[in-house]
């Protein structure tokens, strides 16, 4: 089954939709109020409700994996997969968060390796790029930013430089979630690839629990009344 995704102009911004070749009627269907285009801001929406840019959508004559449609003025599509494919990974996601931030990590860290022992590849990726998106909301809050114009990088407190200083699953956890932010896809399929590929078996696991407890912690320090 192909999906395509298509973002178009309306009157009152665009009209995100995902659809598949072989069904009638939209598989998502998302108002944005937006005064342009935001390539990357759509493919996190299309992240949010459990679909991804396939990789070998993002070549050179592509915007973050979008084309223009010929003939339709404000319209591009791209092609897509599914990601969360279970309708209650992403509440899964939000109840981690939450025991995490409630001081339960040991709870928090069960309901992550029961997503991964269910899990295929692709959903585990889903799984990533979802507490990526709540890793992102909390340091805009935090921070009191602007989500869609900032640019993310890292700083070590001692000023070294990350990968001589970091630790690989934190250093993991910290480049996905930037990269994310960034809307640079290309770099967290990148990261999961290689972390889920290591010859080391443990490596994925651990990245992932980091990845889960920076999250965590971000969701912890953007909350009112917190202990920054």
């Given at each position: 089954?192909?999906?395509?995704?298509?973002?178009?102009i309306?009157r009152?911004?665009?009209?995100?939709?995902?659809l598949?070749d072989?069904?009638d009627?939209d598989?998502?269907?998302?108002?944005?109020?937006?005064?342009?285009?935001?390539?990357?801001?759509a493919?996190?929406r299309?992240?949010?409700h459990?679909y991804?840019?396939?990789?070998?959508?993002?070549t050179?004559?592509?915007?973050?994996?979008?084309?223009?449609?010929?003939?339709?003025p404000?319209?591009?599509?791209t092609?897509?997969?599914?990601?969360?494919?279970?309708?209650d990974v992403?509440?899964?996601?939000?109840?981690?968060v939450?025991?995490?931030?409630?001081?339960?990590p040991?709870?928090?860290?069960q309901?992550?390796?029961d997503?991964?022992?269910?899990?295929?590849?692709?959903?585990?990726?889903g799984v990533?790029?979802?507490?990526?998106?709540?890793?992102?909301?909390?340091?805009v809050?935090?921070?009191?930013?602007?989500g869609?114009?900032?640019?993310?990088?890292?700083?070590t407190s001692?000023?070294?430089?990350?990968?001589?200083?970091?630790?690989?699953?934190?250093?993991?956890?910290?480049?996905?979630?930037?990269?994310?932010?960034?809307?640079?896809?290309?770099?967290?399929?990148?990261?999961?690839?290689?972390?889920?590929?290591?010859?080391?078996?443990?490596?994925?696991?651990?990245?992932m629990q980091m990845?889960?407890?920076?999250?965590?912690e971000a969701?912890?320090a953007?909350?009112?009344?917190?202990?920054?």
């Amino acid at each position: 089954m192909q999906l395509t995704a298509i973002c178009a102009i309306t009157r009152n911004g665009y009209r995100l939709r995902v659809l598949a070749d072989d069904q009638d009627g939209d598989l998502l269907d998302l108002a944005l109020d937006w005064d342009t285009f935001r390539p990357a801001s759509a493919g996190h929406r299309l992240i949010e409700h459990g679909y991804m840019i396939r990789p070998d959508a993002r070549t050179s004559e592509a915007v973050n994996g979008w084309r223009k449609i010929e003939g339709q003025p404000g319209a591009w599509s791209t092609q897509v997969v599914a990601t969360l494919t279970h309708p209650d990974v992403s509440e899964r996601l939000v109840e981690a968060v939450g025991r995490w931030t409630d001081g339960r990590p040991d709870e928090a860290q069960q309901i992550l390796a029961d997503l991964a022992w269910t899990g295929t590849p692709s959903l585990m990726y889903g799984v990533a790029t979802g507490l990526a998106l709540m890793a992102k909301a909390a340091l805009v809050k935090m921070h009191g930013l602007d989500g869609e114009t900032t640019s993310w990088f890292i700083l070590t407190s001692d000023g070294r430089n990350p990968e001589d200083s970091v630790p690989p699953p934190s250093l993991f956890a910290a480049r996905f979630i930037t990269a994310f932010a960034n809307g640079d896809n290309a770099t967290t399929l990148a990261l999961y690839g290689a972390a889920f590929t290591a010859p080391d078996p443990e490596l994925w696991p651990a990245c992932m629990q980091m990845l889960l407890a920076a999250t965590g912690e971000a969701v912890r320090a953007a909350t009112t009344g917190a202990d920054r």
